[in-house]
């Protein structure tokens, strides 16, 4: 069974940068063909892709959002750790990291997501 | 602004059946056979309930059922049942660099 639980503050200070980490188990990002995502909806809002890390740690970043976004993966430690500089309170939103493997277009499962809130 | 276009709302009485729809481009809903559905209840993460555009993992009933013209898609939901009440996303893969593009969400109310 695949299983995934994201970890981190649950406030930070506009300006400062989020670390946020997925913690796994289930599956192994050494496995070829596997990844990792993250994906975040602000409050009442859409959900919206931000990275992905892959088992030979290829990694793709969302466009927009790509200057400010850094994913990496710890895989002794079942890990993905997640950063975001210059927050900003429009960052406020529940992160959620996702199972993923290559050659399927879908997340599944899911983390339980966390909660992050920007604000001074 | 959502990459997918859903309708914000739908209804249905229990027992009936409702279709949400999911428009985008012919760079992703269109170009592929990569849409995919999820249902998220509140404060719930959200659940794969549809696959490669009509395709129900393990586990899912099969009054959700997925279809696809053009660069529109569409999840049917039949027999409704008090538990399907949730908010449902569409997500395509697109040829653009941002790989994944999800819709707005519609929100379910069974009435």
């Known amino acids: 069974q695949i299983t995934l639980k994201e970890s981190g503050p649950t406030l930070v200070k506009p300006t400062q940068t989020l670390t946020l980490t997925c913690t796994f188990s289930?599956?192994?990002?050494?496995?070829?063909?596997?990844?990792v995502g993250w994906i975040r909806q602000p409050p009442g809002k859409a959900l919206e892709w931000l990275a992905l890390?892959?088992?030979?740690?290829?990694?793709r970043y969302s466009p927009s959002l790509k200057s400010r976004l850094t994913i990496t993966k710890d895989t002794s430690k079942n890990q993905v750790v997640l950063t975001m500089t210059n927050m900003d309170p429009v960052d406020t939103a529940t992160y959620y990291c996702?199972?993923?493997?290559?050659?399927?277009?879908?997340?599944?499962?899911w983390g339980q997501g966390t909660l992050v809130t920007v604000s001074s | 602004q959502s990459a997918l276009t859903q309708p914000a709302s739908v209804s249905g009485s229990p027992g009936q059946s409702i279709t949400i729809s999911c428009t985008g481009t012919?760079?992703?809903?269109?170009?592929?056979?990569?849409v995919s559905w999820y249902q998220q209840h509140p404060g719930k993460a959200p659940k794969l309930m549809i696959y490669?555009?009509?395709n129900r993992p393990s586990g899912v009933s099969n009054r959700f059922s997925g279809s696809k013209s053009g660069n529109t898609a569409s999840l049917t939901i039949s027999g409704l049942q008090a538990e399907d009440e949730a908010d449902y996303y569409c997500?395509?893969?697109?040829?653009?660099?941002?790989?994944?593009?999800f819709g707005g969400g519609t929100k379910l109310t069974v009435l």
């Open positions: 996702a199972h993923w493997v290559i050659g399927f277009y879908w997340f599944d499962p």
């Open positions: 289930g599956f192994s990002l050494s496995t070829s063909g596997v990844g």
């Open positions: 890390i892959y088992w030979d740690d290829d990694k």
């Open positions: 012919s760079s992703d809903v269109g170009g592929y056979n990569y």
């Open positions: 490669d555009v009509s």
């Open positions: 997500s395509s893969y697109t040829s653009s660099s941002t790989f994944w593009v």
